[in-house]
């Protein structure tokens, strides 16, 4: 059974950095996309990265520079590293993932079958 479990959610300034971690199991890491999302009060759920299975990751264009994907499968954990923090970031983030092979592109948020608790994020000027 797949389970997403995210934490490292917090306050903080703007300027300052966080990092996002999202405990998996139940994932055959070659065979899923991977991804962060986000949603803020009153907006729609917005994709900030997701990392394919050929490893590539895409990034939404507000947080290129700023926010890095990675994983240590060895330890089964997804992490987003935020530096740069603007009060834009604030929201609720949520780590996700679904099978590569049943997905269409693009890889947006109706496409990830798996999705995590999620973890607040607020950043304050």
């Known amino acids: 059974q797949v389970r997403l479990v995210e934490s490292g959610g917090g306050s903080v300034q703007a300027g300052g950095s966080l990092t996002l971690s999202c405990a998996l199991s139940?994932?055959?890491?070659?065979?899923?996309?991977l991804g962060w999302f986000r949603q803020a009060p009153g907006k729609e759920r917005e994709g900030v990265v997701y990392r394919d299975v050929d490893g590539s990751p895409a990034y939404v264009d507000s947080v290129k520079g700023r926010f890095t994907i990675s994983e240590d499968f060895t330890k089964n954990t997804l992490y987003l590293q935020m530096n740069s923090l603007k009060p834009e970031d604030t929201a609720m983030y949520y780590c996700?993932?679904?099978?590569?092979?049943?997905?269409?592109?693009?890889?947006?948020?109706?496409?990830?079958?798996?999705w995590g608790q999620g973890t607040q994020v607020n950043v304050s000027s």
């Open positions: 139940g994932i055959t890491y070659s065979d899923y996309c």
């Open positions: 996700a993932a679904a099978g590569a092979a049943a997905m269409r592109r693009p890889r947006i948020a109706t496409e990830f079958i798996y």
